[in-house]
């Protein structure tokens, strides 16, 4: 139907609007390139997500999924203790330092963080968490 509507058989309906496949081509990549650049730019700046250490995330994952931000101090304590993790002496009011020994379930590996949860004063709820690769702790 398009074709009938065409002026002469060379015609395309690129050239119906003036532009040539090529200038079309360029648009479509220019306008790949920028809704790459808006969704890796999401991703960067996503709370969740605490480290880009790949032999941390499966902890990153575990800690954003159980404890959000909100979550109280003896909820986060409890579970801490719940799971075996050793705690640390903190020198900063209102934090946590715990060392989480974990075993990734997608790649069945061992994962060692030394992670610092941060309270709000007034609330005493979680604010964040940082992670900091930790040596591995001997097999009881």
């Known amino acids: 139907m398009l074709r009938r509507s065409l002026r002469h058989k060379n015609m395309t309906p690129f050239s119906l609007l003036g532009r040539s496949r090529v200038s079309v081509s360029r648009a479509l990549c220019v306008l790949l390139a920028l809704v790459y650049l808006v969704a890796g730019a999401g991703c960067k700046n996503n709370p969740a997500v605490h480290t880009s250490d790949p032999q941390m995330k499966g902890i990153d994952a575990l800690l954003a999924e159980q404890?959000?931000?909100?979550t109280s101090a003896a909820r986060v304590e409890t579970f801490c203790k719940v799971r075996g993790y050793e705690q640390r002496d903190s020198v900063q009011p209102h934090t946590l330092v715990v060392i989480?020994?974990?075993?990734?379930?997608?790649?069945?590996?061992?994962?060692?963080?030394?992670v610092?949860?941060?309270f709000d004063p007034a609330t005493d709820k979680l604010t964040t968490y940082e992670l900091e690769?930790?040596?591995a702790l001997p097999v009881r």
Do not use: D, Y
């Open 67 to 70: 404890l959000p931000p909100g």
């Open 100 to 114: 989480v020994n974990h075993i990734n379930p997608e790649t069945v590996k061992p994962e060692v963080a030394r």
């Open 116 to 118: 610092t949860f941060h």
């Open 133 to 135: 690769p930790a040596p």
